[in-house]
């Protein structure tokens, strides 16, 4: 069996004209004679529709219900989806998070896939059937229903082509792949042909919303190759593998917006427990050390939970020191020097006018504070400067 | 412990603000010091939408499909009514049908309830939480999500409260109890106060839509009390239980427009492979013997399958004649005298100038065949000749 699993986001199966679209596709790779597997998301409408009902009844509805409630999203597309193929006279089955074996942990809304059981689905495919699974969801050991969060219908689909030996995962979406900006923000971005898993790693951790880094986790566990690419065109996309076929070792300059940061001086002893409550109140938050003291960054949204949580802590710290209102922009890549690069960011912000907060060496690249209001501006000239621009990439090539 | 059951219909749960009434419903009882537990159907406008969406992707979607797509209806509305209940600080837990144990056979869209294992619910009331339990669904063996088919939350609420041996089984619905007739054809219809569950099998046999036969047969088995209540105000309802209260063996006069009748003639043994093979389509079907003749009574969008089947076995007959556009009416209850009763009717039918197809004595009572246009004023002039107009229970009673 040589197995293709693709993933439809919400927009690609976000009316039933979009549906039918998508089809086409699933019935192009079962003719090349693969086996295929296609995860879905909810249509989108559905998801506004259920979040707007909830919040009719109830101004902080438990985690647990969510999912009970939003699962259903899934649900809904996998049955429609299933409808049209069979419509063309294809055999095809439509599977739930559960039936298609997909094990959680308990988080509620949050929950990690811990292992999958791919009986089912073999089954199915060996019976000729194309297998369309609901993205997003899981079910715990218990029975309980639990949905994946962000990104949770890649990290499906990565997971189930990790477990099924996949030869390739196609993740369908509404950009036409992996840029190495947000083009709306810096108009000279260029698709990214390839990228390695480390790569692409990078990129997704610092806000290319593209993929979730769990899904590209997945897929490298088994080195199974994924191609992000449209559907609404045929464009090639990006291809996600264990090899880059790059020279240049910075791929991308990302940033994200409405970033918040505590500091906490004189952090002694109690650095691990304030690390490890944050981790267990799942708060994705960026920690950079210096010397004694401690910054966490974090987005705007979370920034009064953390504070709460750090506060627990007095015990353990001097005091604390609060900005909110910030921006950061990254450089991702590998980084060899990091003091030369660290000393360009620092010049082209100087020439720029561009006021930075901080700047740090992460595990993705470089990563700089700036206000607000410089944020865009920033993404661009480092953009330019670090010879990302579609320019500069045309006339390497020729 | 306690245990009462309620169940809430499509339009008792037919949007947020609905949601909100139904709330005050289930903690009136909880308050009572009872442990309630919550069976609801789909939003009466998620499964049109449902509908329409599998309608624009297949002509014909598989009944699997089908089932996968309706189910969602009502675990949104088991999620949407728990937030609520939390949002007015009770615990409460909502539970599809796999979760709460509903288990039944394999008939996609038209299922039957083999067993219900009442583990997790008790669980969770022994816990103290209100138990919300996803109406009309279940799962096979297997793990196959499947429907109930017409009635379906109906059955869902009387065989839970059969097999948690509630004290109550309250169903509320649009209408304020089991009438003696459809009051929107015969005006002087009433209320009934107290029905057995014979009594009650066959007034919904004969088409009183407010309950299903199999919803009935469910608490009959354990004798659970059924009570038919408004969800809109706070009547007493119908209750329907061992005994009647009735000193009339007529309780109703019920009736079904679009119904087709087949005539197979000399019909020598090929009569039980017929009947079997109906049987295995799941159509229903009235057979009423008359000598060698076969005379099947079916609702009008069924004729066509019905036909088909019979003409299979032409060699176990003469010849069929068919018979569409026709009405039945039905006198239901207990007929001591068939004799009597029949001739009642056909007098009755003979001064108000209605012709009548055929007549019978049949398991509920005495049906007749008339003219689509006859069958209205016929119910009328039933329901006024038994004693079972308003103004005739009235005087009964004074």
Chains 1, 2 share one sequence.
């Not at 296609?38 to 109830?58: H, I, P, Q, R």
């Amino acid at each position: 069996m040589s197995i293709i699993v693709q993933k439809f986001g919400g927009t690609s199966v976000g009316s039933t004209d979009r549906i039918k679209r998508m089809v086409f596709n699933v019935l192009k790779e079962k003719e090349k004679g693969h086996d295929v597997v296609v995860v879905v998301s909810a249509m989108n409408k559905t998801t506004d529709t259920l979040v707007k009902l909830a919040g009719e009844l109830s101004t902080e509805p438990s985690k647990r219900e969510m999912d009970m409630l939003l699962s259903t999203g899934e649900q809904v597309t996998i049955a429609l989806l299933t409808m049209a193929l069979e419509h063309q006279g294809v055999e095809a089955v439509s599977l739930t998070g559960r039936q298609a074996g997909i094990r959680t942990d308990g988080v509620f809304g949050n929950a990690k896939i811990t292992s999958i059981d791919t009986h089912r689905i073999k089954t199915e495919l060996s019976d000729g059937r194309i297998v369309v699974v609901a993205g997003f969801q899981g079910i715990t050991k218990g029975g309980e229903v639990t949905t994946l969060g962000r990104g949770g219908s890649d990290t499906t689909a990565a997971a189930l082509a990790s477990a099924l030996k996949a030869v390739r995962c196609d993740i369908y979406t509404d950009v036409d792949g992996v840029y190495t900006s947000d083009p709306r923000v810096v108009p000279l971005a260029s698709k990214i042909d390839t990228l390695s898993y480390e790569e692409m790693l990078r990129l997704a951790t610092m806000g290319a919303g593209v993929l979730h880094p769990r899904a590209i986790k997945h897929a490298r566990e088994h080195h199974v190759p994924l191609v992000v690419c449209s559907s609404l065109n045929e464009g090639r996309g990006t291809l996600i593998s264990g090899k880059t076929h790059r020279n240049a070792s910075i791929v991308g300059v990302a940033h994200q917006e409405d970033i918040s940061v505590l500091t906490i001086f004189d952090c002694q002893g109690g650095e691990s427990l304030i690390l490890y409550d944050l981790d267990s109140h799942h708060i994705e938050t960026e920690i950079v050390k210096y010397g004694e003291n401690l910054v966490l960054i974090v987005k705007e949204q979370d920034f009064q939970a953390v504070k709460r949580i750090v506060e627990q802590y007095n015990q353990a710290y001097s005091h604390i020191e609060q900005r909110e209102d910030l921006s950061k922009v990254s450089v991702i890549g590998r980084i060899n020097s990091s003091h030369e690069v660290k000393e360009k960011v620092t010049n082209v912000f100087h020439d720029y006018h561009i006021s930075k907060v901080s700047i740090w060496e992460s595990s993705v690249g470089l990563s700089a504070l700036v206000e607000k209001r410089d944020v865009e501006k920033a993404a661009r000239v480092l953009h330019m400067h670090f010879g990302l621009d579609y320019i500069e990439t045309k006339r390497a090539v020729l």
